[in-house]
């Protein structure tokens, strides 16, 4: 089956700075990579996501690439705030199969300080 | 709200006890998730069920059990067979054979 490693497990910036999460998956049949974004005791919440037809995707300050490749995905952040202090999960799926299902790397606790 | 509810919020059980935690979606959406998430681990599929009546394990669906009896609902029952239940329980829905896109506020069970 599928398994999400992540990295790193704790990352701390200066505001301002720009952070990087990756991924790396081990099914090339997988082919949906969305991130979340999990405040302290609260919901994830999906940030942004890309599928395996496009190798970078971006929204404002966050831009996800994807390389096929050597199955591995990233999150960038640029101009890092305060406000984006949280757990990031990236996940992995394969859309269209019969499960739907998403695996989960273990998440990166991204710390800005101001 | 993201139109999916979890009650309660904060859940207490006794050891041999089993307690069924709620979870309710007005989105139309006709997949349901449950997720477990420990401290420091990404999260993990319990169950999860694309239409009414049917339902499939995850990965960890051993101490659990589910029903899907209305398009609307997927509670959880979390058994006494369940050794380490003490957990934040998030429950999740998307449209048919998509990945799960909007979870719920979140159940955090503690065993006493």
């Known amino acids: 089956g599928e398994n999400v490693e992540q990295h790193p497990s704790t990352l701390s910036v200066q505001e301002g700075d720009s952070a990087v999460i990756k991924c790396t998956y081990s099914?090339?049949?997988?082919?949906?990579f969305p991130w979340y974004k999990q405040e302290l005791g609260k919901r994830p919440q999906l940030i942004i996501d890309?599928?395996?037809?496009?190798g970078e995707k971006k929204d404002q300050r966050i831009a996800v690439t994807l390389n096929k490749t050597a199955k591995h995905f990233s999150l960038h952040i640029t101009e890092t705030q305060p406000e984006d202090s949280a757990v990031y999960f990236c996940?992995?799926?394969?859309?269209?199969?019969?499960?739907?299902?998403?695996?989960f790397g273990k998440g990166t606790k991204l710390s800005v300080k101001p | 709200d993201g139109g999916i509810t979890q009650s309660p919020k904060y859940l207490f059980r006794k050891e041999g006890q089993n307690v069924t935690l709620s979870c309710e979606q007005n989105?139309?959406?006709?997949?349901m998730y449950w997720y477990r998430q420990d401290p420091g681990q990404g999260l993990r599929l319990i169950y999860y069920?694309?239409?009414?009546?049917?339902?499939q394990k995850g990965d960890i669906a051993e101490g659990y059990s589910v029903s899907r009896e209305k398009k609307e609902s997927f509670p959880l029952t979390v058994t006494s067979a369940q050794k380490n239940p003490t957990a934040f329980y998030l429950c999740?829905?998307?449209?048919?054979?998509?990945?799960?896109?909007?979870f719920g506020p979140g159940t955090r069970l503690t065993v006493l």
């Open positions: 999740a829905s998307s449209n048919s054979r998509s990945p799960p896109t909007f």
């Open positions: 099914d090339s049949a997988s082919n949906y």
């Open positions: 890309i599928r395996s037809n496009v």
């Open positions: 996940a992995a799926s394969t859309v269209g199969g019969s499960q739907g299902n998403l695996i």
């Open positions: 989105l139309n959406h006709d997949a």
């Open positions: 069920s694309q239409i009414v009546n049917d339902f």
